[in-house]
């Protein structure tokens, strides 16, 4: 099966493709809507924001969470703030300079006019989350308060305390707890989807799941498949992502035909705690917004690095964001903190028990500000530091490093967030469409909540409104059956391996991989090597992965297993997408493509293009297909991103 | 530094919903800079290694903030360690030598699915009987419309902070679910945008509470125990608006009765 991308952008300027775009498009009827049956996989920001609002359209929705609860989907984590054009502040922000710093933190590998949208919706967000109750912080007078947030020289951030993303999920969630009890959503809790079902014609039309609990096999079907199921951070093992996020269902519906964009741009987030042994389970991110106020130095040094911070004089220290990127300083985009952080390191000036870290220094604020002002701003994240590393951040300061977070890249997606398997949506992480190589702080909560509220439930209906009338395609159907076989082919082979290395042992190894050589700076050699290894370690996962128990019952384990094995194909066409492109852009850092001072070199001429990768065969390196997306910028220019 | 610890832990295993259940004890080494939830990770590896069944229990995003851990450490919800989920204790809140005992939240509303692992779906149906406010994506008007006074809005956001954990169900004598019920409903119950349902509210959630759940009778344990300390004032004003709800909810004069 040959793809052909048509990115479907809308004719017309940018500012009105949106609009117009509304316009243009065909229309479902109030009265024809219950006629159709939609399932969203996922329930954090961009799938209990879809079906919630699907189903207040009148949709018959069924919506899928591996999770007990769908308030507990990974959004719930995000801590900083959602931007949004609001310019409430009056510090001349607007929807133009939302875009194009978004473009441009994205380091120009974006859509012009998937941007300008997100830009355009923010407004709409924060009106929606505010009637809602979403607590957001408040000014003495009763209006919404805003904060300057990753690198932004407005203050369009929108928080609630450190817990944004809980509190915008939590507005979702009520939202989608509505229609549950209305009877327009039903809810499928503690289901892992495993197969995404195409229909004789080409057409997504259900997804196979499994009952966590039991093990038993559901087979939902809809007229449209929404995947909402995040990013694949976890491809790192060590990530600030829950341990159960995964690739599962994207994969699944890549193998289907859905074409997988970008999976090189990863983003690796500066302010983590760093492990403290080789045992460590997860990463905890400590906010960005300690960048606001806290200063990052190494030692001078390294003789010094082993002494405690206090002892070490003012000018011993090396504040090397301040020093190297004087207009931006400690507040430089994320990718350029990390990389830094990470030379530090390598250099042998990293500081703490494992010389493994940056100190993150709030010493100068307490004095300015009062350690009451800190602790109002950033007292739950100091509590957290403290409670994770013993050490208390208001006396001594924070050690930090970088860590896997987030990632740009995901399923291909038009404008309307249409996969390239006809009726497949995605939408959020899960997708690729709106962070090009780089996201900015704050971004991730405002794609979410845009494409889940305001992009897809416009543009699904322009689809649907073709299908008026067709009924679905019945689960019993063979195309059912056969998903189902693939599925349950998987589970038994996996059961029967019974070796003798447990799937974190895998998960780690794997995780090790992937992070040395295509973590925050990659080269071919690299590269080449992860190429080999991980189709070795793969068949030997294969070969020796332990799962005790049964499949017919809650079984942590297999659980575990599935999401593993589907985690060692998608990281292979990670580095292969990361060794084809050879320049270095946002997350993406290619060590033969650097400035002399040791800035990201683009290569606009050759690699201005999305890489939207065709699955072809299990020889994932070989048999996979390249098919490229120009980009293509009418309003703005692409430059070196400057940060000095 | 970090120590190395020897700990004896008691974990209770139960195969499922009608399984008896049975407490087991297992030995194990652990560096004091783990967590709690990282030191059942290197047993569990030790049991697979052993060929035994691993101990289930929920888990997720071990930041504190998705609500999906919450055990029984030595008889407190969440352990030791005030404000603290049990994926945010450190096992250096314990010493070297300590016998722990790790049981479920254990409440008549939270059946056991596996071992450590219980069913709180009851919290869902909770939130669905009212825990919103119905605003149709799009039908919201322009968010600086409404002040909000600051005060208000701490308030609000101190109720909001409820991870829906269940551990003041679990430390309850009688597995009530005041406080998350409370938490839920007041966040919304003390915002403008909350009054035109706040009735309709209180009363919905508090009824749908009491088909899972035991009554509160003030011991206070829900807010000892709870990991983002929320305070019982909470259950004051939810007790208060469920009073006012019996009145409010009546059929208004001239009002016609509808289905």
């Known amino acids: 099966m040959a793809i052909t991308l048509d990115a479907k952008i809308p004719a017309g300027p940018l500012a009105d493709k949106w609009t117009n775009h509304k316009f243009d498009m065909k229309l479902v009827a109030p009265h024809n809507r219950r006629r159709f049956e939609i399932v969203v996989v996922g329930t954090g920001l961009a799938g209990a924001a879809a079906a919630a609002t699907l189903g207040e359209l009148g949709y018959k929705v069924k919506v899928f969470t591996f999770h007990d609860s769908p308030r507990r989907a990974h959004s719930i984590a995000a801590q900083g703030g959602i931007n949004a054009a609001k310019n409430y502040p009056n510090d001349g922000d607007s929807v133009q300079r939302l875009f194009y710093d978004t473009i441009k933190g994205g380091d120009f590998r974006s859509r012009e006019a998937n941007v300008h949208r997100l830009a355009e919706v923010s407004l709409n967000i924060i009106d929606q989350c505010v009637a809602q109750g979403v607590p957001f912080a408040r000014e003495y007078g009763g209006r919404l308060d805003n904060r300057s947030f990753g690198g932004a020289q407005v203050s369009r951030t929108f928080y609630a305390r450190g817990q944004t993303g809980q509190q915008l999920l939590l507005g979702a969630y009520q939202a989608l707890a509505a229609q549950i009890h209305a009877g327009t959503v039903t809810l499928y809790n503690r289901m892992d989807v495993q197969e995404i079902v195409v229909g004789d014609d080409g057409h997504a039309c259900g997804v196979i799941a499994r009952d966590l609990i039991s093990g038993e096999t559901i087979r939902e079907n809809g007229h449209a498949v929404v995947l909402a199921t995040g990013g694949y951070g976890n491809v790192y093992y060590l990530s600030t992502n ?36 080789e045992f460590q389970s997860k990463l905890t991110l400590m906010s960005e917004s300690l960048r606001n106020d806290g200063r990052i130095w190494v030692p001078l040094n390294i003789d010094d690095c082993g002494k405690p911070a206090g002892d070490i ?19 430089v985009p994320r990718d350029i903190a990390s990389r830094n952080a990470k030379t530090m390191v390598d250099s042998g000036h990293g500081v703490g028990p494992l010389r493994n870290g940056v100190y993150l220094d709030f010493a100068e604020s307490i004095d300015r500000l009062g350690e009451d002002v800190v602790r109002e701003r950033y007292g739950n994240l100091f509590d957290m530091y403290e409670r994770i590393t013993g050490e208390n951040p208001y006396q001594v300061p924070m050690r930090i490093y970088p860590a896997s977070h987030y990632t740009m890249g995901g399923l291909w997606v038009d404008y309307d967030l249409q996969s390239t398997v006809p009726g497949l949506f995605v939408t959020g992480e899960a997708n690729f469409s709106d962070h090009g190589a780089n996201r900015l702080g704050a971004s991730a909560l405002m794609q979410g909540l845009a494409d889940g509220y305001f992009v897809l439930p416009s543009t699904i209906a322009g689809y649907l409104a073709n299908h008026l009338g067709e009924p679905v395609v019945p689960t019993t159907d063979p195309v059912f059956d056969r998903a189902q076989a693939d599925m349950d082919d998987r589970v038994s082979r996996i059961m029967s391996v019974k070796g003798t290395h447990s799937v974190d042992h895998y998960h780690r190894e794997l995780g090790k991989i992937v992070w040395d050589h295509c973590g925050m700076a990659r080269n071919k050699a690299g590269l080449e090597k992860a190429l080999s290894e991980i189709p070795a370690l793969r068949e030997q996962y294969w070969k020796d992965v332990k799962v ?19 985690f060692m194909e998608q990281a292979e066409l990670l580095a292969r997408d990361a060794l084809h492109r050879e320049e270095s852009c946002g997350g993406h850092f290619r060590e033969e493509h650097q400035t002399p001072e040791g800035e990201a070199l683009r290569d606009d001429e050759h690699f201005s293009y999305v890489a939207a990768w065709e699955y072809g065969g299990p020889d994932i390196a070989k048999d996979t297909v390249l098919h490229k997306e120009p980009l293509v910028f009418e309003t703005v220019t692409p430059s070196q991103r400057s940060y000095k | 530094m970090s120590k190395t610890l020897n700990l004896t832990l008691k974990v209770w295993r139960q195969d499922g919903p009608d399984d008896a259940g049975h407490f087991e004890e297992y030995t194990t080494s652990v560096a004091d800079d783990a967590s709690f939830l990282e030191m059942l990770d290197y047993v569990n590896e030790a049991l697979i290694a052993d060929d035994k069944d691993p101990i289930a229990f929920d888990h997720d995003c071990r930041e504190g903030i998705c609500g999906s851990c919450g055990l029984m450490i030595d008889g407190q919800a969440h352990g030791p360690q005030r404000g603290t989920a049990t994926c945010q204790l450190h096992m250096r809140k314990f010493a070297d030598g300590d016998h722990i005992t790790i049981e479920p939240f254990r409440a008549g509303g939270f059946p056991i699915i596996k071992d450590l692992a219980v069913n709180r779906a009851a919290f869902d149906r909770i939130i669905e009987a009212g825990g919103y406010i119905s605003v149709d994506t799009g039908a919201a008007p322009e968010a600086n419309l409404t002040p909000v006074p600051k005060d208000v809005a701490d308030a609000a956001m101190d109720a909001a902070a409820c991870i829906g954990c269940g551990a003041c169900v679990a430390a309850c004598p009688n597995s009530a679910a005041n406080l998350f019920t409370s938490a839920k409903m007041q966040h919304l119950n003390l915002l403008p945008q909350g009054q035109a349902e706040r009735w309709r509210r209180s009363e919905a959630m508090v009824e749908t509470m009491e088909q899972f759940f035991g009554s509160c009778t003030n011991h206070g344990e829900c807010q000892e125990a709870c990991p983002k300390e929320i305070s019982i004032d909470f259950i004051a004003m939810m007790n208060r608006d469920y009073l006012k709800s019996k009145f409010a909810n009546r059929r208004r004069s001239g009002q016609r009765k509808s289905g």
Request: include cysteine; charged fraction near 20%; aromatic fraction near 10%.
């Open chain 1, 548 to 566: 005790l128990g049964s499949a017919a019952t809650y079984n942590q384990s297999l659980e575990k297993a599935l999401r593993v094995a589907d």
């Open chain 1, 313 to 331: 004089p003012e000018a011993a220290r090396d504040y090397y964001l301040e020093r190297k990127y004087p207009a931006f300083g400690n507040l």
């Open chain 1, 242 to 277: 829950a341990k159960a996020s995964n690739v599962t269902a994207a994969w699944r519906a890549h193998r289907k035909g859905a074409a997988f964009a970008n999976p090189c741009y990863t983003q690796i987030h500066p302010t983590c705690i760093p492990p403290s042994d």
